[in-house]
């Protein structure tokens, strides 16, 4: 019996190509970068066996993956924006955060994309950044693999990658959500204050 396994994925290429656009970032250790009181909830995201990235800017704060085999490897990718008034079960935190995306196509031209579900969604859609990102490139496969929702303690943005420049490729636009979720709670009054 012949038996493949999923590679791996390189963190430290990411962190190598990250760098070159000067996006700060290391590998992280779970023990010693991920405050106690959040290890239980974070480690489905990024105790698996490839690590994670401690982002040091930008809005997001940690990177995590897992490999799946179902249909072809491919690597589930979990961006955290850690937030320590967030609950996963909480109606009004779904509402508020949990953004599918969107899009229609004919003959194989966008003619509609955008966000749905949530609060966000609606300041997602009035970015034109990300507005004009997804427009470019929604025919990758990447881009349509991108969704936000709640997690305990975190607003989880994720998407499915093959290789490491595919996150690369997507970065920016994970980077804007983030900006965005920050931003939302930032104007909301979600706990008693907002901590990242």
């Not at 995201?45 to 040091?56: K, P, T």
């Not at 490139?137 to 420049?165: D, M, Q």
């Not at 636009?173 to 979720?181: G, Q």
């Amino acid at each position: 019996m012949l038996l493949v396994t999923l590679p791996i994925l390189q963190f430290k290429e990411i962190i190598d190509l990250l760098g070159l656009d000067d996006i700060k970032c290391r590998i992280g250790s779970f023990h010693s970068d991920i405050p106690p009181r959040y290890r239980p909830y974070f480690e489905k995201w990024l105790a698996n066996r490839d690590g994670f990235i401690l982002m040091l800017s930008g809005s997001i704060d940690y990177v995590g993956s897992e490999d799946v085999v179902r249909m072809g490897p491919f690597h589930n990718v979990y961006c955290l924006v850690q937030n320590q008034y967030l609950v996963e079960k909480d109606l009004n935190h779904q509402n508020l955060l949990n953004s599918n995306l969107w899009y229609s196509l004919t003959d194989g031209i966008v003619n509609g994309a955008g966000w749905s579900d949530s609060i966000l969604a609606s300041k997602l859609n009035n970015d034109q950044r990300i507005s004009n990102f997804l427009f470019e490139n929604l025919k990758s496969e990447v881009t349509r693999t991108i969704s936000v929702r709640v997690v305990n303690f975190a607003c989880l943005i994720e998407c499915r990658i093959w290789h490491p420049r595919e996150f690369v490729f997507v970065y920016e636009l994970l980077d804007n959500i983030a900006m965005n979720i920050q931003d939302l709670l930032g104007d909301l009054h979600v706990g008693e204050n907002i901590n990242r």
